[in-house]
């Protein structure tokens, strides 16, 4: 009997370090207040309509800095998930659309398994479930690809010359441009978090 109790406390011991608590829901709001306003920062280039393709260079690129470094405080299934919850509403109340807040929670679960897949201790994990979390920033172009006299309807401050310009740029055939890029400078910002960051890495026993 005193075997089988002992069987249950550690169970519960368990769940209970497997639930998300408030220390976590700290970190994740931590950071994902930085990464947002990473993203406005550099957001802001947007209305010199050549840069807006680059966002998705420059967003994941700088991003992985502080990134990484929630990585490091990541240990439980789910806290990834938040943190694309959180960017993909914050870009959705920001005027970019829907599309954003659904790949949010579309990556942001996609990049909680890859993490977990490597125990939440594997950095190469870690770069490509950042990479993974990045893709979400493709939807704040999607609008433009689907109907982009619609979403400039809304947008007439933007004068006729932004507007002419920019739909000249965002021509169908830079989507999985744009895609890939997400992708690939989320496993560059992630590499260079990484070396940033290496102390904060062995600390949390990330190899």
């Known amino acids: ?7 249950y406390e550690r169970n519960d011991n368990m769940t209970t370090q497997d639930k998300i ?12 207040a930085i990464y947002c306003v990473v993203m ?17 260079v420059l ?12 990585y490091t405080k990541v240990q439980k299934f789910g806290m990834i998930t938040i943190m694309g919850i ?6 959705f109340v920001t005027g970019m659309g829907f599309w954003p807040a659904i790949l949010g929670v579309v990556f942001g679960l996609l990049a909680d398994c890859i993490a977990r897949s490597g125990g939440y201790a594997s950095a190469t994990k870690s770069i490509l479930s950042y990479a993974t979390l990045c893709l979400l920033i493709f939807g704040n172009y999607i609008p433009l690809y689907l109907n982009i006299e619609g979403y400039f309807s ?13 739909t000249a740029v ?19 910002g992630a590499l260079l978090g990484q070396k940033l960051l290496k102390k904060h890495f062995e600390r949390a026993g990330i190899a």
Not at 86 to 91: A, D, E, T, V
Not at 154 to 164: A, H
Not at 170 to 188: D, E, K, N, R, S
């Open 170 to 188: 965002m021509q169908p055939w830079t989507a999985p441009l744009i895609l890939v890029a997400c992708f690939a400078c989320g496993a560059l």
């Open 86 to 91: 959180i960017i993909g509403l914050f870009l």
């Open 21 to 32: 608590n408030g220390k976590d829901l700290i970190n994740i709001g931590i950071y994902a």
């Open 1 to 7: 009997m005193h075997s089988q109790n002992n069987h």
């Open 40 to 56: 406005t920062a550099i957001a802001m280039l947007g209305f010199i309509p050549i840069m807006m393709p680059l966002l998705a």
């Open 154 to 166: 809304t947008r007439q401050s933007f004068g006729q010359e932004y507007i002419s310009t920019l």
């Open 59 to 70: 967003c994941p690129l700088i991003g992985g800095i502080p990134m990484m470094l929630f």
